[in-house]
């Protein structure tokens, strides 16, 4: 497979750094949510149950602060947002280890949505540095550097709690975040390209004018995306329990990690590529089947790789659609919500495919995942094919 489009695209300046600088920023992301429930289960004697409320509540949060601290960016550049978040995000994780549980679930919301927006800023980041034709490249890059940051993240978080304690991997997460902020203030990665930066500023355009259906179609098949996404992990996780094989859950997670980074090098290596819509249907279509092949584990993991190679791909071109519907002054703003699209996506995913398999067995749930996804996806055509009606000029004599 020829890798010249990466090279290219890593030869721009200020890409590298920048790719390598995001991949540290994500990794405190990765590791916290597995470490906060280690923490709450471990330390504080609650239960997973109890541990997954400060999730949600964390991922409810961060839904509604992204486009919140896009519009920040927006508005005044990425210095003021990444200190505030920053500043936030250090408080808030260093002082986790010594709060009880009631005041974490109290904090946890405002928390989510001060988070230090590395995925945002990595997508804003780079299609200011990287050329339209070869922003797809650069977007399957940063999934896969996305992917890297998951198998890193979370593995270190749980070395830590487990060899020393939670606290020590809290205050870990904590530090982290503000070494993190600190080089991106410093850093001062451009947000826009050179052209948009010389270009006069304008009045903020109102959300009606650049929120058009396409740029929902596109956010709703983002929900779908994580949906899926979120719904395999949790039925595979499933079939893994009733197969009596729950040990190999990292080995299995790690293949689909694997295949997913493998579906996003060629996604941005062949000149030409699907969009967004029909490679959320591809993702979807693929697990539909996988329930029927769900032990033992390595026959499950096998049948995985497929759906997964489509994983990166679908996030890649969601990043793509997102990037040239948005206008440039809102960029920030769009990929905020475009964030809150996927942490909808995966909020939705684990409790409607968790029911689904309440009520019957680990193999439907596969059949739940592809099936939401799907439904996701029609949404999304039904809104790119709606046509907005022009005024018909009026004739002049």
Do not use: K
Not at 61 to 86: E, F, K, N, T
Not at 225 to 230: G, I
């Amino acid at each position: 497979m020829p890798l010249q489009p990466y090279l290219r695209v890593l030869r721009l300046p200020g890409v590298p750094a920048s790719i390598l600088l995001m991949f540290v920023a994500r990794l405190p992301m990765t590791a916290m949510g597995i470490t906060l429930t280690l923490h709450v289960v471990s330390e504080l004697g609650r239960g997973y149950g109890a541990a997954g409320l400060i999730g949600t509540a964390t991922t409810i949060g961060s839904a509604l602060g992204a486009p919140l601290i896009g519009r920040l960016i927006d508005r005044h550049g990425l210095r003021p947002a990444v200190a505030l978040c920053g500043l936030a995000s250090c408080a808030y994780w260093l002082s986790t280890p010594h709060l009880p549980y009631e005041a974490l679930l109290v904090v946890a919301l405002p928390a989510g949505m001060l988070t230090v927006p590395a995925g945002s800023l990595a997508r804003q980041v780079l299609t200011a540095l990287v050329p339209p034709p070869q922003r797809r490249t650069a977007y399957s890059m940063d999934m896969m550097s996305l992917e890297t940051s998951f198998m890193i993240g979370p593995a270190l978080g749980i070395l830590v709690s487990t060899q020393l304690s939670s606290t020590v991997a809290l205050t870990s997460i904590g530090i982290a975040f503000g070494a993190v902020a600190a080089v991106l203030y410093a850093a001062n990665p451009p947000v826009r390209t050179a052209a948009e930066s010389a270009a006069p500023r304008t009045a903020r355009q109102p959300i009606r004018t650049w929120l058009t259906a396409p740029l929902v179609a596109a956010l709703f098949i983002a929900v779908g995306a994580t949906f899926v996404l979120m719904g395999t992990e949790i039925a595979a996780l499933a079939a893994l329990r009733a197969s009596g094989e729950v040990e190999w859950t990292g080995v299995v997670i790690a293949v689909m990690a694997v295949a997913s980074a493998v579906g996003g090098l060629v996604h941005g290596a062949v000149p030409r590529s699907l969009s967004q819509l029909p490679l959320m249907v591809l993702l979807s279509v693929l697990v539909l089947p996988v329930g029927l092949v769900d032990q033992p584990w390595w026959l499950l993991a096998l049948a995985l790789v497929p759906m997964n190679l489509a994983c990166a791909p679908t996030l890649a071109a969601t990043t793509e659609a997102v990037s040239a519907l948005a206008p440039p002054g809102v960029r920030g703003e769009a990929m905020g919500l475009q964030d809150s699209a996927t942490r909808i996506g995966l909020a939705l995913g684990a409790p409607v495919v968790g029911f689904v398999m309440d009520h019957s067995a680990p193999g439907w749930g596969f059949a739940a995942a592809g099936a939401g996804g799907l439904l996701f996806a029609a949404v999304g055509l039904a809104l790119q094919r709606r046509r907005v009606r022009e005024p018909v000029p009026a004739a002049t004599g």
